[in-house]
Nanobody, 119 residues
Framework: QVQVVESGGGLVHPGGSLTLSCVAS????????MSWYRQAPGKERELVAT??????NYADSVKGRFTISRDNGKKTVYLQMNSLIPEDTAVYYC??????????????WGQGTQVTVSS
């Protein structure tokens, strides 16, 4: 069983920055697709950013403000969030997805970390 643990959430003023970290306890971390999702109160969970191999993708709402990166040696993925706005307030979840093994794959969610952007 792979454990996925986020950290780094908190309260930040509008325009501020915050970095989230996520550790996934798998020896095959470098082969995993790592993503950040978020869920605001009353809204559905949405994909924020994804990192797979050397490729990254972002939701339009965070392009140019958020950066996803990974350190395979530390089995950690980061989400650097700049120019934060109140609409970024949400619980942020880390999601780890294995490569396909035939038709199957394994995926794991973290417990979430709260990010609140408020003055």
């Amino acid at each position: 069983q792979v454990q996925v643990v986020e950290s780094g959430g908190g309260l930040v003023h509008p325009g501020g920055s915050l970095t989230l970290s996520c550790v996934a306890s798998t020896p095959r971390f470098s082969t995993y697709t790592m993503s950040w999702y978020r869920q605001a109160p009353g809204k559905e969970r949405e994909l924020v950013a994804t990192s797979v191999a050397d490729s990254t993708n972002y939701a339009d709402s965070v392009k140019g403000r958020f950066t996803i990166s990974r350190d395979n040696g530390k089995k950690t993925v980061y989400l650097q969030m700049n120019s934060l706005i109140p609409e970024d307030t949400a619980v942020y979840y880390c999601y780890a997805k294995s490569p396909y093994y035939g038709r199957s794959y394994f995926d794991y969610w973290g417990q979430g970390t709260q990010v609140t952007v408020s003055s």
